[in-house]
């Protein structure tokens, strides 16, 4: 089952990934492609969990390892593990590669040009251009594109801790909903917690509010998946 749930969730990124270049505007690196992918890593591990579960459900084996006295829990930890292992592979590369873009976790209104004269050649900080004496638009450095987009202090580490945990607590939540069939209260809660950390994102990238605080909203329905396999028999 943790094989299996972690195929089906590197599958999903891996078509996310794919959707998203060939809908983008065409030559941008493939770090930046990832970095727009990695922010549904969570969705995609819940994914690969239920792929991993739903058949064990559908064959009535959930009954069978309830008789033999297993937990909820012990049930379903194999899925939850297999997709949280590809949501803690994509924190590491969001939090440690610095060709992975996260700009993508901090979206704000930009201007849609802003040429600057700096360093004997025109350069546009919001598209990532530099053209120089020759006349022909070559990509801004990495760092500097960085820097343009908004990425706020911490906003690198706070992307990465909240896919990583975001990526344990939705395939926790998904599973449990599969193994008790308790539905709306998990929605409830996913839905909230992704409103709520896609504000905050918005709110550090607008410098507004603190980029760790992003995490929080992630870290809270871990929390409430803790306590529901906690109160199940």
């Not at 094989?3 to 983008?24: E, H, I, K, Q, Y």
């Not at 959930?62 to 949280?84: C, D, F, N």
């Amino acid at each position: 089952m943790l094989v299996r749930a972690a195929g089906a969730s590197a599958f999903a990124l891996a078509l996310v990934w794919l959707v998203t270049a060939a809908t983008d505007e065409g030559g941008i690196s493939w770090g930046e492609r990832a970095g727009r992918a990695l922010p549904l890593t969570p969705v995609c591990a819940a994914i690969g969990a239920w792929l991993a579960l739903a058949p064990v459900r559908a064959r009535g084996e959930l009954l069978a390892l309830a008789a033999l006295g297993r937990s909820r829990a012990q049930v379903a930890a194999a899925a939850v593990a297999g997709g949280a292992l590809v949501a803690i592979v994509a924190a590491l590369a969001i939090g440690f590669a610095p060709n992975v873009d996260a700009a993508a976790f901090f979206p704000r209104a930009a201007h849609a040009s802003t040429w600057v004269w700096q360093n004997g050649s025109f350069a546009d900080l919001t598209q990532g251009l530099l053209v120089d004496a020759g006349g022909a638009p070559l990509p801004l450095a990495s760092k500097a594109w960085t820097v343009a987009a908004g990425i706020p202090n911490h906003g690198r580490a706070a992307a990465a801790v909240a896919t990583a945990v975001a990526g344990l607590a939705l395939p926790l939540i998904l599973a449990h909903s599969l193994v008790a069939g308790y539905r709306v209260p998990a929605l409830l809660a996913s839905g909230a917690a992704a409103a709520a950390s896609i504000v905050l994102f918005q709110a550090s990238a607008a410098g507004h509010a603190p980029a760790l605080l992003g995490a929080a909203p992630p870290a809270m329905l871990l929390a409430f998946a803790a306590e529901r396999y906690r109160r199940s028999p």
